[in-house]
């Protein structure tokens, strides 16, 4: 059972042009959303995150944007640049456990064409 | 200041064989995760410490896999037995303490084929 889920398994933008990732979540207990960037061969490095609380939070070129009504989050870059080229992974928390394990998506790849 | 690292970078195993997998987090980080990313999959969690206990291993696949911190810092995945479809990318991630706001910093990953 897939609690979030990511439908786009690749995403191919210009250099310069918007890129929008997608996510949607089926656990209404999440309340806390993250976006990882992951190059071939390290592990994820931590891009941006927002809490249920908020509807949108900005870091410089990402945006994350949270619709709770719709159970759906999405990542705007822009401007898209190729160093963006990565599998992005949507992820989700419950702050009411005592363990704040992740659940991620299965990723989308971004590829940026110059 | 240091990341979190892992190793091996990359284990071949044969199938039956018995493999332990290390970490070291980042200085002071309380809290320990264990993931595995198996082929077109996004990371899946395994097991959780905070110090030196395991506080969840509900994640674990079944009682071959093993996970010690003892000291409350470098921790070990043990895995017994080993099968194919072990096969994976093992990935450990520390945060500062187990608040839900604390990033989780994530290592490079242990590669691990088992034949």
């Known amino acids: 059972d897939q609690q979030v889920k990511q439908n786009s398994p690749s995403l191919s933008v210009q250099e310069g042009r918007i890129s929008i990732l997608n996510c949607d979540y089926t656990n209404s207990m999440f309340d806390y959303f993250l976006w990882y960037k992951k190059y071939p061969a390290e592990g994820p490095t931590f891009l941006i995150s927002?809490?249920?609380?908020?509807d949108k939070n900005e870091d410089g070129r990402f945006t994350v944007f949270l619709n709770k009504s719709a159970k759906h989050l999405s990542l705007h870059i822009v401007p898209s640049q190729p160093g963006d080229s990565a599998v992005y992974f949507c992820?989700?928390?419950?702050?009411?456990?005592?363990?704040?394990?992740?659940?991620f998506g299965k990723g989308t790849l971004l590829t940026v064409n110059p | 200041g240091a990341g979190v690292s892992q190793t091996p970078s990359n284990k071949v195993t044969e199938k039956g064989k018995y493999v332990e997998l290390r970490c070291d987090p980042i200085?002071?980080?309380?809290?320990l995760y264990w993931y595995r990313q198996s082929l077109g999959q996004g990371p899946e969690f395994l097991i959780y410490f905070q110090g030196t206990g395991a506080a969840d291993d509900s994640g674990l696949p079944n009682d071959r896999f093993f996970a010690v911190r003892p000291e409350g810092s470098v921790s070990t995945l043990k895995i017994q037995r080993t099968e194919r479809g072990d096969s994976a990318v093992y990935l450990c991630?520390?945060?500062?303490?187990?608040?839900?706001?604390?990033?989780?910093?994530f290592g490079p990953g242990t590669r691990l084929t088992v034949l």
């Open positions: 200085s002071g980080h309380t809290a």
């Open positions: 992820a989700a928390r419950w702050s009411g456990g005592s363990n704040y394990k992740l659940t």
């Open positions: 927002i809490s249920s609380i908020k």
């Open positions: 991630a520390s945060s500062l303490t187990n608040s839900v706001v604390d990033t989780q910093y």
